[in-house]
């Protein structure tokens, strides 16, 4: 795995935790929830809840549960939850920076559950500011190479503001900022080019290359932090060699 792609930590860890569907619905139904809510609750003029739409469409989420999360977030229904974005940074086993996203309706819990996770499996949790200078914020799109090159995907991108095309494993990976996400999938599907996953990630600027033992620990921890509703997306500077990779998902 590549330093700076979590594509094969989240594949890996998607695998091992199949029974988790539901919680994993949960955290895209309140995204769909809180995208309606920042930007309007129409699709066609709202380009991040569109992306959440597909994404939860993609992920075998039902269609009524999607269409009641868009109502609720514009309005349209009542039940909404007051969800605020905190962001929590610290570090894991082995001096690994983390930075935990939560989306909660209860500040107090979301801090509480965070330091729980963090204390109980070998991190710590510290000030603003404190590791959040090692990572970008950047946007994503994956499509499966299949008959592709490099060049097809970046002619089909590069007017959409992509900024670098690259291999990782099966897929090519194109970068761009957060803001062109919508501009690059809808790009990638009119070239006729299937859109594996995308949306925002943060990526570290110096990475921390681990060995199965410690990794292990690592992802420990962060699935002790994603017990939690509240956190929505973990974020680390580790880096998984192939064969460390091929050792966790044996």
Not at 83 to 104: D, F, K, Q, R
Not at 169 to 194: H, I, K, M, N
Request: negative net charge; proline residues 3%; charged residues 30%.
């Amino acid at each position: 795995m590549s330093g700076h792609s979590k594509w094969a930590t989240t594949k890996h860890k998607k695998a091992a935790n199949d029974a988790k569907r539901s919680k994993e619905w949960a955290k895209m139904i309140k995204n769909i929830e809180v995208a309606a809510r920042t930007g309007g609750g129409d699709p066609a003029g709202n380009p991040t809840l569109d992306d959440m739409i597909k994404k939860a469409k993609k992920a075998s989420v039902p269609n009524d549960n999607i269409e009641r999360a868009r109502k609720r977030g514009a309005g349209e229904e009542a039940g909404g939850a007051n969800w605020e974005s905190i962001t929590y940074e610290g570090y894991g086993p082995n001096g690994v920076a983390m930075l935990i996203e939560c989306l909660s309706d209860n500040r107090n819990r979301a801090a509480s559950e965070v330091r729980t996770a963090m204390n109980k499996n070998g991190g710590n949790l510290g000030e603003s500011g404190s590791v959040a200078y090692m990572f970008t914020r950047v946007g994503y799109a994956l499509v499966p190479k299949g008959e592709l090159t490099e060049d097809d995907v970046l002619m089909a991108v590069l007017d959409a503001g992509a900024e670098e095309v690259t291999e990782q494993g099966e897929f090519f990976e194109v970068t761009c900022q957060s803001s062109d996400v919508p501009a690059v999938r809808t790009a990638l599907e009119e070239a006729g080019y299937e859109v594996e996953d995308s949306g925002q990630d943060f990526r570290a600027s110096v990475n921390v290359p681990l060995e199965a033992a410690d990794a292990k620990k690592v992802m420990k921890l962060i699935d002790a932090l994603e017990e939690s509703d509240d956190v929505q997306d973990v974020y680390t500077n580790m880096e998984l060699s192939d064969e460390v990779l091929a050792e966790l998902e044996a």
